[in-house]
C-alpha cells in the first residue's frame, strides 16, 4: 500500500509549537500538510508520526480531535519512529512529508511516486540531494516542497546497519541517499510541464516567525477558507511577482543538516 508519514512535534529550535499554529483561522499548519497531502489520487494512508515526548500529547490531541491517524515513537530516533507508523499502517510504499512544509502538492507526489515506478528508482526525492556530498544532483525546486518516496523496506534495512551513524536515525533516509552505489537515486527536475516549479532560490518551508509570515500571507491571499484550492505553482507564482513577499524570508540563513535535527 501506498501511504505518507507526516513527522510533527511540538518542539522546534527557531519556531516552537509551529505545526499547531493557524495559518489561516480554522486551520493550522499540520492540518494544512494532512490536508494537501490528501489531493494525491496514490495515497491509501496518511499517518501524523509524533514522539512519545508528553509536549507532543497536545499533537495526539489534535489529531483525535480531526480524526487523523497517528503513530506514537522516539522523539529523536526518527528513523524507527517512521518504520512504525508504516508498520503499524501498512504502508510498503512510503511518501515521506514534514510538518512544517505546507506548500506540497497532490500532483507533484503522485508525480514521485510515478517517476519511481517508470525510472525503476529506488529511492527519489525532490530536495533532499543538497544535504549530501555524496549525490551530485541538484535541488531544482524551492525550499519546502520537500517529497521523498521510497519503499519501507529501506529504512527496515537501514535500522539494521551495523555502523549506522546517529545523524542517520534522526534524518531517517540520509543513510539511503548519502552512501554511494546503495540504492538507484532518482532526483526530481523542475522541467517540462514541472518547469513552472524551478525557483530554488525561494523558502517556502516554515522554520522560523519570518517563514510563517510569508505562508499566512500566500494562505490569506490564495486559500483563506480552502487551503488545498490552489496549485504550488500559483504559490510560487504570487512569491514571485511580488518582491515584497520574497523580502519577508530571504535573509533567513538556511539550515545545514545538523540543525535540522
Given at each position: 500500500m501506498i501511504g505518507a508519514t507526516i513527522e510533527a512535534r511540538i518542539s522546534s529550535t527557531r519556531l516552537p509549537g509551529k505545526v499547531l499554529m493557524d495559518v489561516v483561522p480554522g486551520w493550522t499548519l499540520l492540518d494544512i500538510v494532512v490536508a494537501r497531502a490528501e489531493c494525491s489520487d496514490q495515497l491509501?494512508?496518511?499517518v501524523?508520526?509524533?514522539?512519545?515526548?508528553?509536549?507532543?500529547?497536545?499533537?495526539?490531541?489534535?489529531?483525535?480531535?480531526k480524526g487523523y491517524s497517528y503513530f506514537r515513537g522516539d522523539e529523536h530516533d526518527v528513523l524507527k519512529r517512521v518504520?512504525?507508523?508504516a508498520r503499524?499502517?501498512?504502508?510498503?510504499?512510503?511518501?515521506r512529508l514534514t510538518g512544517d512544509n505546507p506548500l506540497i502538492d497532490?500532483?507533484?507526489?503522485?508525480?514521485?511516486?510515478?517517476?519511481?515506478?517508470?525510472?525503476?528508482?529506488?529511492y527519489v526525492a525532490t530536495t533532499m540531494m543538497g544535504h549530501s556530498e555524496n549525490w551530485d544532483a541538484e535541488r531544482t525546486v524551492p525550499r519546502g516542497v520537500s517529497m521523498e518516496v521510497l519503499a519501507t523496506q529501506m529504512l527496515e534495512e537501514t535500522d539494521k546497519l551495523d555502523d549506522l551513524l546517529p545523524l542517520e536515525?534522526?534524518?531517517p533516509t540520509f543513510a539511503c541517499y548519502d552512501r554511494p552505489g546503495r540504492y538507484k537515486l532518482g532526483a526530481f527536475v523542475a522541467e517540462g510541464k514541472y518547469a513552472c516549479l524551478a525557483h530554488p532560490e525561494l523558502r517556502l518551508t516554515v522554520d522560523t516567525p519570518e517563514d510563517m509570515s510569508l505562508t499566512k500571507t500566500i494562505f490569506s491571499k490564495l486559500g483563506p477558507k480552502d487551503p488545498t484550492s490552489f496549485s504550488t505553482e500559483k504559490a510560487i507564482a504570487l512569491v514571485m511577482n511580488n518582491?515584497?513577499?520574497?523580502?519577508?524570508?530571504?535573509?533567513?540563513?538556511?539550515?545545514?543538516m545538523s540543525e535540522i535535527l
Open positions: 491509501s494512508s496518511i501524523v508520526a509524533t514522539s512519545t515526548n508528553p509536549a507532543d500529547d497536545a499533537i495526539v490531541a489534535h489529531c483525535e480531535n518504520i512504525g507508523a503499524q499502517f501498512g504502508i510498503t510504499t512510503l511518501v497532490g500532483k507533484i507526489i503522485d508525480g514521485l511516486i510515478e517517476m519511481r515506478e517508470k525510472g525503476n528508482f529506488d536515525r534522526e534524518a518582491e515584497k513577499l520574497r523580502a519577508i524570508n530571504a535573509d533567513v540563513p538556511h539550515k545545514v
